[in-house]
């Protein structure tokens, strides 16, 4: 019997909260003394849920009792998003937006779908479509608005025009599927080559007439503007080169934003993607609402000039002289 009574009482006093005499070891009795060890543990308890709640509560809401929308960016753009928080306080919609800048090594979608982000502001509808079919969670993937025209364009150290690179010449592409399919696209328009178009995405492998006998090198955006002096030519990226102070008027061959006339250019137009829960998100709305605004629209002039165009919700691109 004593072996089973101590036995009992060691598993009853494993608790903190329930030890130091809750229980009258003469008897095994439970005491008062155990009902309020009980009765405390179950209010501090109580007491932690509370403030956990209470916290989470408070996790979208900035110092001030604004709402904080997390935005995921590949470039920080700050002068372009201060304004963006100017002109939201200027409209007292009490948002802040927070941005957190990732390079290509993380995909933003996967951001939305893990809900570390609540929007997404990197990619085009080409690099999305592309990005769906290899991941189907990405379908949940949608845009929100259009932001701008991210252009893609031709630059050499070596050469100063389409015509006269050589026979043989060494071209760098980017590495992923849909800017590199764009920058295919790109060279069949100066007639470098043809591509089959029937290939949503085209590679070199797709490539039906090449009479120069170019040769592609795959590189990954963030090295086209540092790998420039190993090729004869490469593609860039607008904000790469500009941050690379490169002469932006030097470019062999550049995108045009004349959406009318080259309709095909919409799906390069980087967007403002969400969730699909979210795509009626009143908070995100007026966040799209607001970067389309004059305030936002003179700090693209005073940061990029002319050389990084907004683009509108009905996908247009936006006429920067009058905010220059």
């Known amino acids: 019997m004593n072996m089973h009574h101590n036995t009992y009482i060691t598993t009853k006093m494993e608790h903190p909260l329930m030890n130091n005499n809750i229980f009258d070891s003469s008897n095994g009795v439970r005491t008062r003394s155990y009902r309020l060890g009980r009765h405390l ?3 501090v308890f109580a007491a932690f849920a509370v403030l956990t709640l ?13 709402k904080v929308v997390k935005v995921a960016l590949r470039a920080p753009y700050k002068i372009i998003y201060d304004a963006l928080n100017q002109e939201l306080a200027a409209r007292g ?3 802040k937006v927070v941005t957190s800048t990732y390079d290509t090594s993380t995909d933003t979608s996967q951001l939305l779908v893990d809900h570390d982000v609540d929007i997404a502001a990197t990619i085009h509808s080409a690099a999305l479509k592309a990005a769906q079919k290899k991941n189907p969670p990405f379908n949940d993937v949608v845009r929100l608005g259009y932001i701008h025209m991210q252009g893609s364009s031709l630059y050499s150290h070596k050469y100063k025009s389409v015509a006269a690179i050589p026979d043989g010449a060494t071209i760098s592409i980017p590495s992923d ?4 399919a764009r920058a295919l696209y790109n060279l ?3 007639g470098l080559i043809k591509v089959d178009m029937t290939v949503p995405y085209p590679t070199p492998r797709n490539i039906t007439s090449n009479p120069k006998n170019l040769k592609f090198k795959e590189i990954t955006t963030q090295l086209q503007v540092r790998t420039l002096d190993d090729v004869d030519a490469g593609f860039v990226l607008t904000t790469q080169a500009y941050d690379a102070k490169l002469d932006l008027k030097s470019a062999l061959w550049g995108e045009s934003t004349d959406f009318k006339k080259y309709p095909e250019q919409r799906q390069y ?3 403002f993607t969400v969730l699909k829960e979210n795509l009626n998100n009143p908070t995100y709305k007026k966040v799209v609402e607001a970067y389309h605004s004059p305030r936002v629209y003179k700090a693209y002039v ?4 002319n050389a990084l165009v907004p683009v509108d919700n009905q996908g247009n691109a936006v006429d920067l002289k009058q905010y220059a």
């Not at 209470?54 to 604004?66: N, Q, Y």
């Open 41 to 43: 543990f179950q209010k």
């Open 54 to 66: 209470f916290a989470l509560s408070l996790a979208g809401c900035g110092s001030s009792g604004e």
């Open 93 to 95: 919609d009490k948002i």
């Open 177 to 180: 599927t849909s800017n590199q």
């Open 188 to 190: 069949q328009t100066m």
């Open 269 to 271: 137009i980087i967007m």
């Open 302 to 305: 005073k940061e990029y000039g």
